[in-house]
C-alpha cells in the first residue's frame, strides 16, 4: 500500500492567488482529515469527511478555506485568496471507520504564501 | 472540548538516558489516547495507543506509555534513548465514538551522542 498521498510537497505562491492542495487517501479509508501544522498552534483539525461528505469543518479558519471530497480516493483544500498567515504544513489523514481506529497521516504539503 | 497539554516543549537527552514526556488531557469521558512521533522532514507516525485494557501500552521502538484515569494522563516513557529517537513527539485524544484528534502543541526531543 502507497499510504496517503498528497500533492504536491511544497508549494510556494504569492498572496492573493489561489491555492489547491491535494490528497488520496488509503484505498478503503473511509474517514479523511485534514490538518495544519504551525509552529504557534500546533496541529490542528481543519475538517473532516466520511464516506465523502463532510462532518465537521468547525476547524476551517474562514471563508477563504474550503474542501471537497468528490469520491472515495481524492479530496482537495482549497484557499482563496491565500494569505501570507497561511503559511504552514498542511496534513491528510485517513482511516478505516470501526471503533477506535488509527489515523495514517500523509506526507504533508508545506505551503509558503509570500 | 477537550484540550491536551504537553508541558515539556523541548527536552535534551544523552543516548542511553530514560525518557518520560508528559501528557495531560481534560476530557471527563471516556477517551482513546494515542502518541505519535514526527521525525526530521517526515510525516506523522503512530508510536502507540490505548482504547481499553491494561493501561500500560507497549508501542514500537521500544516506547510504552501508561495511561492513569485519576490524572487524566498518559505518560510516554523509553528505559533507554538512542540518537535515532530525536524526533518531536505529540499526544493525541479522541472521545470515545468520535474520529477527530485533538493534539498537544508536541515535545521536540535532542539525543546527543
Known amino acids: 500500500d502507497a499510504g496517503v498521498i498528497q500533492s504536491p510537497r511544497h508549494e510556494v505562491t504569492e498572496m492573493g492567488q489561489e491555492v489547491t492542495l491535494r490528497c488520496k487517501p488509503i484505498?478503503?479509508?473511509?474517514?479523511l482529515f485534514w490538518y495544519r501544522q504551525t509552529m504557534m498552534r500546533g496541529l490542528e483539525l481543519l475538517i473532516y469527511f466520511n464516506n465523502n461528505v463532510p462532518i465537521d469543518d468547525s476547524g476551517m479558519p474562514e471563508d477563504r478555506f474550503s474542501a471537497k471530497m468528490p469520491n472515495a480516493s481524492f479530496s482537495t483544500l482549497k484557499i482563496q485568496p491565500s494569505e501570507p498567515r497561511d503559511s504552514a504544513v498542511y496534513f491528510c489523514?485517513?482511516?478505516?471507520?470501526?471503533?477506535?481506529?488509527?489515523?495514517?497521516f500523509g506526507p504533508g504539503t508545506r505551503l509558503t504564501v509570500l | 472540548a477537550q484540550s491536551v497539554s504537553q508541558h515539556n516543549h523541548h527536552v535534551i537527552l544523552s543516548e542511553a538516558a530514560s525518557l518520560e514526556l508528559g501528557c495531560n488531557y481534560s476530557?471527563?469521558?471516556?477517551?482513546?489516547l494515542f502518541w505519535y512521533v514526527q521525525y526530521p522532514g517526515q510525516h506523522l507516525q503512530l508510536l502507540l495507543k490505548?482504547?481499553?485494557?491494561?493501561?500500560l501500552v507497549k508501542g514500537i521502538k521500544g516506547f510504552e506509555a501508561e495511561f492513569i484515569k485519576s490524572k487524566f494522563s498518559f505518560n510516554l516513557r523509553k528505559p533507554s534513548v538512542q540518537w535515532s529517537d530525536t524526533a518531536e513527539y505529540f499526544c493525541?485524544?479522541?472521545?470515545?465514538?468520535?474520529?477527530?484528534?485533538?493534539f498537544g502543541s508536541g515535545t521536540r526531543l535532542q539525543v546527543q551522542p
Open positions: 490505548y482504547f481499553s485494557g491494561d493501561p
Open positions: 484505498s478503503g479509508h473511509d474517514y
Open positions: 489523514a485517513s482511516s478505516l471507520g470501526f471503533a477506535a481506529d488509527t489515523q495514517y
Open positions: 493525541a485524544v479522541n472521545p470515545a465514538g468520535r474520529r477527530a484528534l485533538t
Open positions: 476530557y471527563g469521558g471516556t477517551v482513546n
